[in-house]
């Protein structure tokens, strides 16, 4: 069993107008005590998502020695291993979990996105190091978001599993120590480290501890 950060920080490509804008965004995470971080983005250029990987991956090794950051990369098993990530997030349209192991070999970091928990049970099966959850509250990061779970989905989640469950959506500072004390092991936050990250994240460890 992994040990789980409470904190899952994911650097949306779209809520930066710059590769500069991402990597002082993904810095200031790094910063503030964050391991875990999830490069998301959707428009899908693989080019440039190689690029910014590459760069988010050099760095996350630069500077003080900090514990170890794990990357995780959205959708693409290519692209993590291309960019040497440390795991990869896959949704239920995405490659199978088999289909990525199979690319990312036994070590790396395999997470599946659930929304039901008949999904979520189909996902336990499989080889993903842990599952995550949602959208727990309202969102507005995701296109055509499933419907809310609410606390009681994370409850019935964690029923479900035990593997580590990540809660996401609409996980903000006010609300992340509900969706723990429901039964997550980490929340994954997309807008609410956006307008001051290290502040953000700080407050996060501070209400998740
Ligand atoms: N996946 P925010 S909700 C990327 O339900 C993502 O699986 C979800 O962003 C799911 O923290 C979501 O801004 C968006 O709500 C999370």
Redesign the pocket.
């Known amino acids: 069993m992994i040990l789980f950060p409470r904190l899952y920080a ?1 650097l ?1 490509s779209s809520a930066h107008e710059s590769t500069q804008g991402l990597l002082a965004f993904a810095d200031a995470l790094i910063a503030s005590g964050c391991t875990l971080l999830q490069y ?1 983005n959707k428009g899908g250029n693989a080019r440039v998502m190689l690029e910014q990987a590459t760069q988010l991956r050099r760095l996350s090794r630069a500077g003080v020695p900090t514990p170890h950051v794990r990357l995780i990369m ?1 959708d693409r098993a290519d692209l993590c291993v291309a960019a040497e990530f440390d795991g990869v997030h896959v ?1 239920q349209d995405d490659l199978s979990p088999e289909s990525v192991r199979k690319i990312i070999g036994p070590d790396r970091w395999l997470g599946v ?3 039901n928990p008949e999904q979520l049970r189909e996902a336990d099966l499989t080889s993903a190091d842990y599952l ?11 296109n055509n ?2 419907p809310v ?1 609410g606390l009681e989905g994370v409850r019935r989640a964690r029923q479900l599993t035990r593997k580590p469950l990540v809660a ?5 500072r006010a609300n992340a120590a509900s969706a723990i004390e429901a039964g997550a092991d980490s929340v ?7 307008r001051d990250p290290r502040k953000s994240a700080e407050e996060f460890f501070r209400v998740l501890r």
């Open positions: 994911i949306d998301r959205n949704g996105s659930t929304h995550a959850v949602g959208p727990v509250f309202a969102t507005s990061s995701k978001p499933d779970v996401i959506g609409g996980i903000n994954a936050v997309i807008s609410d480290l956006i």
